[in-house]
Structure formats: structure tokens, C-alpha cells
């Protein structure tokens, strides 16, 4: 027996020998093989924590921990072996009370361990145990304490400790980059782990130069196909891709691909994660079939591996379910996501977190189909399992609050949503590390809020954070920014700015159509929204081709009672009306209230809209009764179910009074009169533009009962209310002086009335575009008011711009272009041309014709219009005609009986009728425009969280440079004959102009002609570059005369309110978004003279003009020059320049040659980058800034300076010994530079600014560069 034993032992001791021998040689899995038996011969005799097994235990952790890097396929197995020997022998020397070997690598492994199956607590507790060891060591730069120092970032990161792990990763870097033993393989996994960790930060620039670095080492060390390149190429993929670089993803992802599927067998996790990932890439380049397909196999891995119903399978079909959700296939998503939440609730030890998600995304799924009571169920599930995570600061927490707070809000529970919203926006304020995406989320959401409570300036704040926190994210979720783009653009258009909502909506369709299929539900709203803007705007052909198409998508995902159905049916009632097809117009809005019957109550204000549309419709139709009848049902419900002086019923009443005005029941009228104007009244402290028509009505009203001064009375109150709540430039402002006018005329008053047209114009054509249908509509106005003073000329002028806009862009105005052409006819009828007359009217004809031919119908007014002017010039026949094509369409001809020399007479008496209608607006909406849902962020993260949010060609400029620089010796008197262009000008130019044009006279200095022709080049000059520039780009003021006064030449230019250190003076509270606006219009406009060789050469605040942020203009170019010669690497043009006019302003080189310019007669430098320079200067200043000596080197170095601008740069920059003297004076300006730039309270601006104020002329950022900046921070990517 004792024989036997030793005989063992001596065969383990063997076995154990050979196996040392192949360890050494790197063959690890036969090292494994000969431990494993050696360990086997003994445990025949001895115990297991017999003491000499100890060696074996550590042989075999130190192997296993080999072999299962190399075992991509049976990792955990040979990692669970190597800690348990491990464990093994620490137990035995601890028994022993002996310090064990390896302590360290030991720790390392069992820490290791515990990570990969996510003990991370355990994790941190072993690798702090490695560090112990290894710095009792005291080895300077050990690599092996670089390593752990790595793994417990990696520890950290899975942890959520970002701050921690980028600690750790920073102490590794130090060892590991300076010690020259380290394994360049080590490196390369440091920086693979760190560029992980960027990726999770949205750092995707840092991440990318991290991995860059890793794959560079890898692809140099490694074999083609190792695992660690594979994992280098995925994460490249999976950031590309968040990058919209999709190119490069495709390469990484392919070049991954290849190497997980070669070494991994086809049912690996790890390539299941990989799928997974890789549909991602799929669904961004909007293939969503491979989307599919790759998402499909991911999921057949995950089911093969651990079964349909095992716990490791809820979160992918949490993942799939927002896949299906993010497709539009709501219905599948929520399949996923209640299979996803079976698993979880039937775990014995469920994972509370990931099912708190679940709940909440099912719950914003119910939310989005209206079904806000099992969207509350599953809300409070959310609430009460996440009670149970003791972590107050929970990320998912903040997106259940959020999520509340959108149904509170939806259940106009305002009071509960807003302390919902108050309770995320405290979460978020104690996270170390801000999650914008979030944030961004939740301040969109309290943006509709307040746009509910129409506090729109609240809402537009609350927007432009959302934005501001959202474009933090390197790659934002595009989806997000799509929705808050919609609702920015339905909060513009409420505030009727039209320019700035369709260009929100337009940024939002340009990404929605990017990122969605085809019949996403977005879509349908946002083309609403869109269908809606081109009402309101009077497109009216674009309207309906946006409407069909929403009401395309919405019928096909929407159920058959959706809200957001009825929302699209009354849009398109709407551009129905106003198209004067009526049928369709009735037959949608009676889809439209089929729906709201079953789905809203009674109560319920969008109910009311619906009926009051129908209402209006039918009396559009002339059928007054059934108006009347539905107009007091809606008052009925109105009174019921809101607040007796809510603005709805002020409408109610209003139409109220004028149906019954118009079926002549006078004291009915003056009941609705009386209670419209008390409400009115109690409202007068405030504003809201929907009462411009309230206050219209009313006017009617007294004009009905012959009451001129009171009409006018009540619209004058109404002018002070707007003046005091509107800018200068305001739409509402411009329809309020519109209607003015045309009271004006009533009470014959024709001075206010052109006084109040001219106002109404002037603020129409600085706000709309030139072809807008309202400035159409105002041109028409003032031709008939001057056609009517006898004005024909003026009367023609207004009738040609209005027909040119209605013929270029609004063909679809039937009845306006037919109106219009009928009053050009009427205007040469006067005039007496009888053929241009019969032109025009027949055109006008030929348009309701066209229309009738379709089937539409025609109002009655039209007809009357048609047959009176055809009777009035004789074309007895015609009218004749129109009567009776119109006269079974149209009762009120038969009423006015066939035209002759006595029926006649009612037609005229029907228009003075017409002149005193009422209007009223029907509702363009149902209070549902903002996009509201749940959103799902794609990231290559296992772990969903879902938010709910609610939803020219430039002119080549001619080259004058060799025309100026020639020299002319010439009398004063021969001016006009050297430049006529100039001076034939300044002939015809009349100076009472500038009482219509708001002008200003820059003046030159008196110039003796006698001894100096440079003050007249450089006037001349000036002209010409103003000609120029102003033509190029609205940046630079408009010229519209010169004009010689006695010794000076007097340039008339357009006249801004304020120089840019006058404005920043009275605005120095300026938003971050208005400072952004002025630097990009700033450097744009340098940028342009740039490309056109310009060199400004005196900028200041003084030379710089503004209006607003938006309108700023660039002046003052006496000491301007055209520069185009070019210059390679350091060796700048010769100059022989002028001193500046400011020098201020001046950048280090232009001071120093200031200050030496006796003995300069000429400098090398480059004028462009000295501008820039100027530039930067302009920006600190007015942001508070003294600049005092910020161009000035100190007295001992001027010399330098001297030789660097005489000699050449490098002279000096590239001298052995005059270099550091150099480097020395410009770092001390740079440090002074660089400490103001820290006092601007912009942050935007900084690092421009570094880049602009940099003290070397060759290091200095040219003014493209500047411009790209400018254009970033905007984000303008184009």
C-alpha cells in the first residue's frame, strides 16, 4: 500500500514536471491536461487540502486562467476552475498561516471572476486585494498593478460609476505608457476598455481615438482572426453607426462579422449580442428587412441556448418589442413586450429593474392608444417596483415620473403633472453625471405643458432647453429632435410666425422621413401638422397633398375610433372649406364628429370644435337655420362644461349674434351683443390673437345698426391692446391696421385709412415672403383704395403685384385670382380700354368655369360680382348666361331675379350687404398638434429605456482690384466724367426719398482735390463694394444713392437702429441662443467678404450694425482692400500698409508696426488672419471684456517682433536661440489672452475665441475655420 503511494506520487510529481515544461513553452491546454492528472494521482491518497497540493491548486488556477482566454467557446468553465483552485490553495497556505505565491494574480483571477458574473461588489473586493499586494511591492510602473487598476475600471463601469472607472483608467494609462516592458497587448486592452467607457458617455470622438489606438496595436500583435480585434471592430461598428457614418460602420461591422463567425460556434451569446447590434446598423440605413432577419437571429440563439421562457430572454424581447415599436407595428411591440414581462414576474429572484421598464413601456403603449386607465396600472406597477431599489436617483425613476407627468397632463390633471415633472428635474439635478437625453425629454413635455396653458413663452423656454440638452449628446436621438422640431413649429405657429414654424416642421420631416418607415404613426401627425401650417398660410394644394397622405398612414395603423383620426378628418374638412368643395369639406367633418361622439364626452372642448366647424360650414352652404341650430348646441355644452368667460363661448356668442343678424332678428343679436362685450371686457388686461375677429365682429355690429363711431370706437381700443402686447413687426399687428383702414373708410376718414394700409404693408412685407398669399390679399386692399381716390397709376401698380404673386405661387385661389382679374378689369373699364376689360373678365370667367366643370361650387357672391360688372359694360348676354348656370346652384340669384335695367339694382345693393359681413375662423385643430409617445432609444446597449415624449446662386463678383490701383490725377469738376456710374446716379436722386425710405447719410470728410485724389479713390471704393456686397448678401446695408454736397460726397445707405456696442449695452441679459445667432451672422459675413478677397482691415463694434440677433449688416470699408496673392508655408506677403484707423482693435503684428512705424516701411504678415484677430477682439469686448494691451507684447521683445514682421517668421520661430525668447513673450500674452476669454460667461464662445485670439500669426485659426464653427454651433452640418 505505502509502495503504492509513493509510486503516485512520484508519477503526480512527473506529470506536474512535463506540465511546467509546456506552460513554459505557451502550450497552455497540455499544461492543463498533465496538472489536472497530476491532481488526480494524488487525490487517490491525500486529502484535498492536504498542503502539498497547494502547488497543483496554484499550477492549475494560473493555467485555467490561460486556457479560458483562449477558449472563446467555454469561457466561464475554465474561469470557474481557475477560482476555484485559486480559493483552493489561498485556503491551504492560510491554514498553514504561510503568505501564499502569486497572491496577486490569485486575487486578479477570483476578481475576474466574480465580474463575469456580475458580482461586481465581490469583484472590487478581490482586485483591491491584488492592488494591496502588489503596491506593498513598491515597483515602480508594474505592469501587473496597471492591469488591475484596468479591471477595476471595467468593474466600476458595469457599475454605472463612470467617474470612478475613468480614475482607474487614468492610473493605468500612467503605468502602463511608462513602463517600456509593458505587453503592448495590455495597452491595447486599456485603451479598448476606455473607449468602451467613452461610448457610454456619448464621448464618441474620445471613444474612437481610444479605440483607434487599441486597433492599431491589435492589428500589429495579434493574428487576424483573434476575438480582441473582432471586439475593437464591433464597437467602431456600433459608434459609426450612432454617427450616421454608416460607411464605416458597414466596414467594422463586416470585418467583426467575419472573425466572431469564424471563431465562435453559431450558437455563441456572444454572437447572438453581435446580431443584435448588427440589425441596428441594418434598420439605420433603412434596410429593414436584414433588420429583421439579424434581429431574428439573435433571437434564435437566445432561445436555442436557454429555451423560449428562460429568464436570460426577457430583455431581448424587451429589445425586439422596441425594435417592433420603433417599425410602427405597435401591436407586435406590445406581443414582446408582455412576453418580456411573464418571464420577469414568474423569476424567483426578478430583476426589478428591468421589469419597472417593462411596465412602463406597456404603460406608454396604453397611453398612446388613449387608454389612460391601464396606462395608470401599469404606471403605478412601475411606481411600487421601483420603490423597492433603494437607489433615490434611479435614471428609470425619472422616466416614471416623466411619464406621469404626460398622463396627468393628458387627463388634464395639470397640478399632479407638473409636480411630476418637478420631482424628474430634482432627480436629474442631484446625478453627478447629467443624463441629457432625459432631461431634454422631460423638458419637451413641459413645453406642451405650458403650450396647453397657452403660456407659450414658458413652452418656448422649456423647448429650447429640451434642444439645448439634447444637442449635448454627441449623436442625439434623432426621433427626439424630430418631435421637439414639430412641437417648436406648433408653438410658432400659434404665435403666428410662420417663417420660423415651417421651418421647425421641416427640420422634423427631414429626419422623421429619414429615420421611419413609411406608415410610421409620427408621420401621420406630422403631416397633419404640416396639412395644418399650408391652411393657415393659404397653400392651400399642399394642404391637401400633405393631409392625404397623414390620412393615408393614420388609416392604416390608427384604429378605427383613434383620436388622432378625427384629428386628420377635421384638418381636412378644413382645406376643403376653404377650397370651396364643400361635399368633402361636410363629409370629413362628419367622419371627424363620428368619432369624437363615441370617444370624447359632451364636456369635452374639442367636442365643441367639431360642431362649431360643422357650423360654420353650413353657413357657408347659405342653410342659416341649420347653423343656428347646431351653433346653440354648441353653446348649450359650452356653458355646461367651461368657464363662463372662456374665449370658446365669446365665439359662440359672436356667431350667435351674427346668424341672427342675418336672419334680421335684431334683438336676439343685441342679447349675444351685450354678453360677448362683458366677457370682452373682463379680458381686456389680457390678449389673445383669436379676438382680432371677436373684436371685427363687433365692429360689424355696429355698422350694422348704423353706428360708425362706436364700430370704429371698439376696434380702437382693441389697436392699444395689440400695440402693448405685439412688436413692431408682428403679423396679428399688420391684420389689426388692416382692418383699421376699412373702418377708417366707413366713416369716410381716407388719411387714417391710408395711414393704417401703409402700416399694414410695411410690417406684411418685412415679415412674409414675397409671394404670400396675405400680401397679395393687401396689395389688392390698396389698389381698390386708390382706384376708389381716383390714384389709377397706383391703383394698376398694387392690382399687377397682386395679380404676379396669385399667378406665381397660388394658382389654386380660384375665386381670389377671379376677383383680382375682375378688378383689373373694372380698372380699365374706368379708363375706358373696353378690350383690356372684356380680357380680364373673360380670364376670371374661364377660372369659375374650369371650377364649376369639376363639380364644385361656387358662392354666391362670386355669381352676383360676375353678372353686375359683365351688365355694367354692356355684355348684357353674358350676364345673362352666368345667371342661369348659377341659379339652381344658388338660391339667392333666383331671389335677385334675372339682371336687367331694374334687378340690376339688388345685385349693387347685395354688394353694400357683403361689405359688412362677419367672419369667423374655424378651428384649425383639436388641440392634439404635439407629437406625443413613447420613443425608444437605439443604443448598442442591452437595456431599454423608454421616454414618452409628445411627440441663390452667388453672382461672380467682378475683380475691380487692377481698375483701383491705377493712379488718376484729375480736377474735381471731371469726377462725373471719370465715374458715371457713380455720378449719373447721384443726378436723378431725389433727397426727399429718405422721408419713405429709412436712410442714412454717411458723409466724407471735405477733400481738397487740389493735393490728394486718395480720399476720392477710396470713397469710390467704398461705393463699390457696398454695390457689391449688398447684392451678395442681405449682411451688408443697401445703398440706394450718392449724391455730391458742395466738397463732400454724401453715401445714402439703409439705416439700422443700432451699432453692435450700443445694442449689446441695452441687452446684456442676451440669451445663449440670440449670443449664437450674432456670432454666426458676424462671422458669416466675414467669411463672405473672404471668399471675395476682401480684407476689412478697421473692425470694431462701431462698424458692425444690428436690427436683432437675426439682421446684422457690416459697414465702414474706407480702409478696405482686395487682397489675392497667396503664400506657402510661412513666408507671408510684403505690405507696404497704412496705419489702422482703430488701433484698439489691432491685432500683435498691426500694434507693433503702430508702434514702430518710422522705422517700418513695409511688414510681412497675413491681413486675413489679422482681421480675424480684430475680430476676436470685437466679441470679448462686447461681452463685458476690457481688452486693454491684449495685442501689446511686452517693451523687451519688441525687437523680436520687428525682425519676425521685416525679416520673416522663420527668422524667429525657427532660430535655435531666438525661438525660446519667443516663445516665452507670446506665452505670457497668450496666458493674459486666455484668462479673459475664461471670464465670458458664453461658453459656446470660448474656444473659438482661443482659436481667434492666438498671438502667433501662423498658429492662428484662418476665418473658414472660424466659420465652421459658427456653423456648429448653429447646427448647420450642411
Known amino acids: 500500500m505505502e509502495s503504492s503511494k509513493d509510486k503516485v506520487t512520484v508519477e503526480a510529481k512527473t506529470l506536474k514536471n512535463q506540465g511546467e515544461k509546456e506552460f513554459k513553452l505557451n502550450n497552455y491546454y497540455k499544461a492543463y491536461t498533465l496538472y489536472n492528472k497530476a491532481l488526480g494521482c494524488r487525490m487517490m491518497f491525500y486529502p484535498k487540502l492536504d498542503r502539498k497540493n497547494s502547488g497543483l491548486y496554484l499550477k492549475l488556477a494560473l493555467v485555467s486562467f490561460k486556457v479560458c482566454s483562449d477558449s472563446y467557446n467555454e469561457e466561464i468553465k475554465y474561469l470557474t476552475e481557475a477560482k476555484m483552485n485559486a480559493k483552493l490553495y489561498i485556503k491551504i497556505k492560510n491554514n498553514y498561516r504561510k503568505q501564499p505565491k502569486y497572491a496577486y494574480q490569485l486575487y486578479f483571477i477570483i476578481g475576474y471572476y466574480f465580474y463575469k458574473i456580475e458580482s461586481y461588489d465581490k469583484s472590487i473586493k478581490y482586485y483591491e486585494k491584488s492592488k494591496f499586494v502588489l503596491v506593498k511591492q513598491a515597483i515602480p510602473n508594474n505592469p501587473e498593478l496597471g492591469m488591475t487598476f484596468n479591471n477595476l475600471a471595467l468593474v466600476y463601469t458595469a457599475k454605472k460609476d463612470y467617474k470612478k472607472a475613468i480614475e482607474l483608467y487614468d492610473d493605468s494609462r500612467k503605468i502602463l505608457e511608462n513602463n517600456p516592458r509593458t505587453d503592448e497587448c495590455d495597452k491595447g486592452s486599456l485603451y479598448l476598455n476606455k473607449g468602451l467607457l467613452y461610448s457610454l458617455l456619448l464621448d464618441y470622438n474620445n471613444a474612437i481615438k481610444e479605440l483607434e489606438k487599441s486597433r492599431l496595436i491589435f492589428e500589429k500583435k495579434l493574428k487576424p482572426f483573434d476575438l480582441k480585434l473582432a471586439e475593437v471592430y464591433h464597437q467602431l461598428g456600433i459608434i459609426f453607426c450612432n454617427k450616421n457614418e454608416v460607411e464605416k460602420a458597414k466596414n467594422y461591422y463586416e470585418k467583426s462579422k467575419i472573425i466572431y463567425e469564424k471563431n465562435l460556434n453559431p450558437e455563441h451569446l456572444d454572437l447572438a449580442t453581435f446580431y443584435n447590434n448588427l440589425s441596428s446598423y441594418y434598420y439605420k440605413i433603412n434596410q429593414k428587412e436584414n433588420a429583421k432577419l439579424y434581429c431574428e437571429k439573435s433571437l434564435k440563439i437566445t432561445q436555442k441556448v436557454q429555451g423560449i421562457y428562460h429568464p436570460n430572454n426577457a430583455p431581448v424581447y424587451s429589445n425586439l418589442a422596441s425594435y417592433y415599436y420603433n417599425s410602427g407595428d405597435f401591436k407586435t411591440a406590445f406581443q414582446y413586450y408582455e412576453m418580456s414581462r411573464l418571464i420577469y414576474e414568474e423569476m424567483q429572484y426578478p430583476d426589478l429593474y428591468n421589469l419597472s421598464i417593462v411596465y412602463l413601456n406597456l404603460g406608454s403603449i396604453y397611453l398612446f392608444y388613449k387608454d389612460s386607465t391601464k396606462a395608470m396600472q401599469f404606471y403605478e406597477k412601475s411606481k411600487k417596483t421601483l420603490e423597492k431599489n433603494p437607489d433615490p436617483y434611479n435614471s428609470i425613476l425619472t422616466i416614471l415620473y416623466n411619464n406621469l407627468g404626460s398622463l396627468y397632463s393628458e387627463n388634464n ?38 403650450f396647453n396653458l397657452t403660456d407659450n413663452k414658458k413652452a418656448l423656454d422649456s423647448y429650447k432647453k429640451s434642444q439645448e440638452n439634447i444637442e449635448k449628446i454627441p449623436n442625439p436621438n434623432t426621433l427626439l429632435l424630430g418631435a421637439i422640431y414639430n412641437n417648436l413649429g406648433t408653438l410658432y405657429q400659434s404665435n403666428n410666425n410662420n417663417n420660423e414654424a415651417l421651418e421647425n416642421y421641416t427640420k422634423c420631416r427631414n429626419i422623421f422621413e429619414k429615420n421611419l418607415n413609411p406608415y410610421h404613426p409620427y408621420l401621420a401627425i406630422l403631416y397633419n401638422n404640416l396639412g395644418g401650417m399650408n391652411i393657415f398660410i393659404n397653400q392651400r394644394e399642399k394642404a391637401q397633398e400633405f393631409l392625404l397622405r ?3 398612414i393614420a388609416e392604416k395603423v390608427f384604429n378605427d375610433f383613434d383620436l388622432n383620426l378625427a ?9 376643403y372649406f376653404y377650397m370651396e368643395e364643400l361635399k368633402k369639406s361636410l363629409e370629413f367633418f362628419n367622419k371627424c364628429k363620428k368619432i369624437v361622439k363615441k370617444v370624447l364626452k359632451s364636456n369635452d372642448q374639442n367636442f365643441l370644435n367639431v360642431y362649431f366647424n360643422i357650423g360654420l360650414l353650413y353657413e357657408k352652404i347659405d342653410n342659416k337655420i341649420k347653423a343656428l341650430r347646431i351653433c346653440k348646441k354648441c353653446k348649450k355644452l359650452a356653458e355646461e362644461s367651461l368657464s363662463p368667460n372662456h374665449q370658446t363661448i365669446v365665439r359662440i356668442y359672436i356667431n350667435l349674434l351674427k ?3 342675418g336672419l334680421n332678428k335684431q334683438k336676439k343679436a343685441i342679447v349675444y351683443y351685450k354678453k360677448s362685450l362683458k366677457i370682452i371686457n373682463s379680458q381686456l388686461t389680457t390678449y389673445d390673437s383669436n379676438f382680432i375677429d371677436v373684436f371685427y365682429n363687433l365692429s360689424i355690429f355696429y355698422l350694422k345698426i348704423n353706428e360708425k363711431q362706436k364700430a370704429l370706437k371698439v376696434f380702437e381700443n382693441f389697436q392699444i391692446i395689440c400695440e402693448n402686447n405685439y412688436e413692431p ?10 382692418i383699421l383702414a376699412w373702418l377708417y373708410l366707413k366713416v369716410n376718414n381716407k388719411a387714417k385709412a391710408f395711414d393704417f394700409y401703409e402700416k399694414s404693408r410695411i410690417i406684411s412685407e418685412k415679415v412674409l415672403k414675397p409671394f404670400d398669399i396675405n400680401l397679395a390679399m393687401t396689395y389688392n386692399e390698396l389698389a381698390i383704395f386708390y382706384a376708389n381716390d381716383n390714384n389709377k397709376k397706383k391703383a394698376f401698380e398694387y392690382y399687377e403685384k397682386c395679380r404676379i404673386i396669385l399667378e406665381k405661387k397660388h394658382k389654386d385661389f ?50 352676383i360680382i360676375f353678372i353686375w360688372h359683365y351688365y355694367q359694360i ?3 348676354k353674358i350676364a345673362i348666361e352666368l345667371y342661369e348656370i348659377g341659379k339652381e346652384k344658388n338660391y339667392l340669384l333666383k331671389k335677385l331675379g334675372m339682371p336687367n335695367s331694374i334687378t340690376i339694382k339688388n345685385y349693387a345693393r347685395y354688394f353694400h350687404l357683403y361689405d359688412c359681413g362677419l367672419i369667423n375662423t374655424p378651428h384649425l385643430d383639436l388641440d392634439f398638434k404635439n407629437i406625443m409617445d413613447l420613443i425608444t432609444n437605439n443604443n448598442s446597449e442591452n437595456k431599454k429605456e423608454n421616454l414618452k415624449f409628445v411627440v441663390r446662386k452667388n453672382k461672380n463678383i467682378k475683380n475691380f482690384e487692377s481698375r483701383i490701383n491705377k493712379k488718376v490725377i484729375l480736377p474735381w469738376y471731371q469726377c462725373e466724367i471719370w465715374f458715371p456710374n457713380i455720378y449719373i446716379n447721384s443726378r436723378n436722386h431725389k433727397i426727399s426719398s429718405s422721408s419713405k425710405i429709412n436712410i442714412f447719410d454717411k458723409s ?18 467704398e461705393i463699390k463694394l457696398f454695390k457689391m456686397l449688398s447684392k451678395e448678401s442681405n449682411l451688408f446695408p443697401k445703398m440706394y444713392y450718392y449724391s455730391i454736397d458742395k466738397l463732400k460726397i454724401l453715401i445714402g445707405l439703409e439705416k439700422c437702429e443700432s451699432n453692435l456696442r450700443d445694442f449689446m449695452y441695452k441687452n446684456s441679459n442676451l440669451s445663449g441662443r440670440q449670443m449664437k445667432l450674432i456670432f454666426y451672422n458676424i462671422v458669416k459675413a466675414f467669411f463672405l467678404l473672404r471668399q471675395h478677397n476682401i480684407v476689412h482691415a478697421d473692425i470694431t463694434p462701431e462698424n458692425i450694425l444690428i436690427n436683432s440677433p437675426e439682421d446684422i449688416k457690416i459697414c465702414d470699408f474706407g480702409n478696405s482692400f482686395i487682397f489675392t496673392k497667396t503664400y506657402k508655408n510661412n513666408l507671408f506677403p510684403v505690405f507696404s500698409t497704412k496705419r489702422p484707423a482703430t488701433y484698439l482693435y489691432c491685432s500683435p503684428e498691426l500694434r507693433t508696426y503702430i508702434k514702430f512705424a518710422s522705422n517700418m516701411i513695409s511688414i510681412m504678415y497675413d491681413p486675413f488672419k489679422s482681421d480675424v484677430f480684430s475680430l476676436g477682439l470685437t466679441f470679448l469686448e462686447i461681452c463685458g471684456i476690457d481688452i486693454n494691451n491684449l495685442s501689446m507684447f511686452g517693451m523687451n521683445y519688441d525687437i523680436h517682433i520687428i525682425e519676425m514682421l521685416t525679416i520673416g517668421y522663420d527668422y524667429i520661430a525657427k532660430d535655435s536661440l531666438r525661438k525660446v525668447s519667443y516663445r516665452m513673450f507670446r506665452k505670457k500674452l497668450q496666458d493674459v489672452i486666455v484668462s479673459k476669454i475664461e471670464e465670458v460667461k458664453y461658453d459656446f464662445l470660448k474656444e473659438p475665441l482661443r482659436k481667434m485670439l492666438e498671438v502667433d500669426m501662423v498658429q492662428r485659426a484662418t476665418i473658414d475655420v472660424i466659420y465652421k464653427d459658427a456653423k456648429f454651433v448653429m447646427r448647420i452640418f450642411s
Do not use: H
Not at 416 to 443: P, R, T
Not at 730 to 738: E, F, I
Open 413 to 450: 390633471e395639470l397640478k399632479k403633472a407638473f409636480e411630476m415633472y418637478k420631482k424628474c428635474k430634482s432627480i436629474f439635478k442631484n446625478q453627478s453625471n447629467k443624463d441629457f437625453y432625459n432631461l431634454a425629454v422631460v423638458y419637451n413635455n413641459l413645453g406642451m405643458l405650458y
Open 550 to 552: 397623414s390620412k393615408e
Open 567 to 575: 384629428i386628420i378628418y377635421n384638418s381636412l374638412g378644413l382645406v
Open 659 to 661: 346668424l341672427y343678424l
Open 729 to 738: 413687426y408682428n403679423l396679428n399687428l399688420a391684420k389689426t391696421y388692416y
Open 814 to 863: 380660384y375665386v381670389e385670382r377671379a376677383i383680382i382679374y375682375i378688378n383689373i378689369g373694372l380698372f380699365f373699364s374706368q379708363i375706358g380700354d373696353i378690350n383690356k376689360t372684356l380680357e380680364y373678365y373673360d380670364k376670371s370667367k374661364r377660372i369659375i368655369e374650369k371650377k364649376i366643370s369639376k363639380g364644385n361650387s361656387i358662392d354666391n357672391l362670386i355669381y
Open 874 to 876: 354692356n355684355e348684357k
Open 1004 to 1021: 466724407s470728410k471735405e477733400i481738397d482735390t487740389r493735393s490728394k485724389l486718395r480720399p476720392i479713390y477710396n470713397i469710390y471704393k
